[in-house]
C-alpha cells in the first residue's frame, strides 16, 4: 500500500531542496523526519511538511488500520522545477539585470516495506 503527497510552488530553489532531498530519499519515515527535522537549511521544512503529510495520507486510508508509522519508507521523493518569477534589479550605467525567482513542487511517495524480499 502506497499514498503520495504533492507540495506545489515552493519559493526555494529546486536545486537547494534536492540537496536535502538527497539526504533523505529510500529511508524509513522516522529516521527521514528526525533528519529533517533537526538539519539546519531552510529547504527541510517543506520537505518536512510534505512527508508528514504523505504519512497521514497512507494512515487515514480505510485499509491501513493495522498499519504503523515504524513499518513505513520513503519510495520515491522527487523535486521538480516550477514556474520563474522574473524580476529586474538596477545595475550600473543605467542598465537593469533580470533576477530569475524559482519556485519548485516537491512530490513524496511513501509506501509499506515488505518483509518477505
Known amino acids: 500500500m502506497e499514498a503520495r503527497a504533492i507540495a506545489k510552488w515552493i519559493r526555494m530553489s529546486p536545486f537547494k531542496v534536492r540537496r536535502v532531498a538527497n539526504q533523505v530519499r529510500g529511508k524509513q519515515v522516522n529516521e527521514a523526519l528526525n533528519v529533517l527535522h533537526y538539519s539546519v ?6 520537505l518536512e511538511k510534505a512527508l508528514r ?8 486510508k480505510e485499509e491501513a488500520n493495522k498499519l504503523s508509522p515504524d513499518d513505513l519508507f520513503i ?8 514556474y520563474v518569477l522574473k524580476r529586474f534589479r538596477a545595475a550600473s550605467m543605467g542598465r ?9 513542487h516537491i512530490h513524496v ?8 524480499k
Open 53 to 60: 503529510s504523505a504519512v497521514a495520507n497512507i494512515l487515514n
Open 96 to 104: 537593469a539585470v533580470r533576477i530569475r525567482r524559482r519556485t519548485c
Open 41 to 46: 537549511t531552510a529547504a527541510s521544512e517543506p
Open 109 to 116: 511517495t511513501v509506501a509499506e516495506k515488505d518483509d518477505k
Open 75 to 82: 519510495k520515491e521523493l522527487k523535486v521538480d522545477e516550477g
